[in-house]
């Protein structure tokens, strides 16, 4: 049996469709997917990472200050990991449209730039060093209020862990 080209052409489609319809992870539904910590491990991790940053940016060690120099350079080379890492999470989870509009993302997006005006204000002119007129205490309640806003996404990502819940008390002291 030979096939002409239209036929071959819409049996690999039809194959092709077939294959992928099967092939559709199971989080593609919406409700069937469960959370769980590793899902959302790196938004946790950033707001773990936010309380070091306070402690350095209390320090009167110029080395401190340094250090959350470098890092936050190395944190603003990609400003777009965390909002984007929360949106493919809040897609797959479910929500199939408005991803970008659902206030999980925009939490993590407020987060983002809190943190980078921290850096802005600590080094405003790119130098890598310490600028004179740094504020301290206005740094250290931006990453506060960062802090607050990576909570308020892992209190609405429904999932339960000690860690998470670890977390979420330490930003109440």
């Known amino acids: 049996m030979t096939f002409t080209r239209r036929q071959a052409l ?10 992928l319809a099967g092939a559709t992870p199971a989080f593609a539904k919406k409700n069937d997917y469960k959370p769980i910590l590793r899902d959302v491990d ?21 080395n401190d200050l340094q250090q959350c120099v470098v890092g936050l350079e190395i944190f603003a080379q990609d400003p777009s990991f965390y909002p984007t890492f929360a949106r ?42 310490v600028d004179a007129s740094f504020d301290s205490a206005a740094a250290v309640s931006l990453v506060a209020d960062a802090q607050l806003r990576v909570g308020d996404f892992l209190t609405s990502c429904g999932v339960k862990d000690d860690s998470i819940d670890h977390f979420l008390s330490s930003l109440k002291q």
């Not at 690999?12 to 469709?17: C, I, L, N, R």
């Not at 999470?89 to 199939?96: E, H, N, R, S, T």
């Not at 449209?97 to 080094?123: M, N, P, Q």
Request: proline share 3%; hydrophobic share 35%.
């Open 10 to 19: 819409i049996t690999g489609v039809g194959s092709s469709a077939t294959l």
């Open 42 to 62: 790196p938004i946790l991790s950033f707001g773990k990472s936010l309380s070091q940053l306070k402690t350095k940016l209390k320090s009167s060690d110029p």
């Open 88 to 129: 493919n999470y809040v897609l797959k989870i479910g929500v199939a449209t408005g991803a970008d509009d659902d206030e999980r993302v925009k939490a993590i997006i407020r987060a983002r730039d809190d943190i980078l005006a921290v850096k802005s204000a600590i080094d405003n002119d790119g130098d890598r060093t």
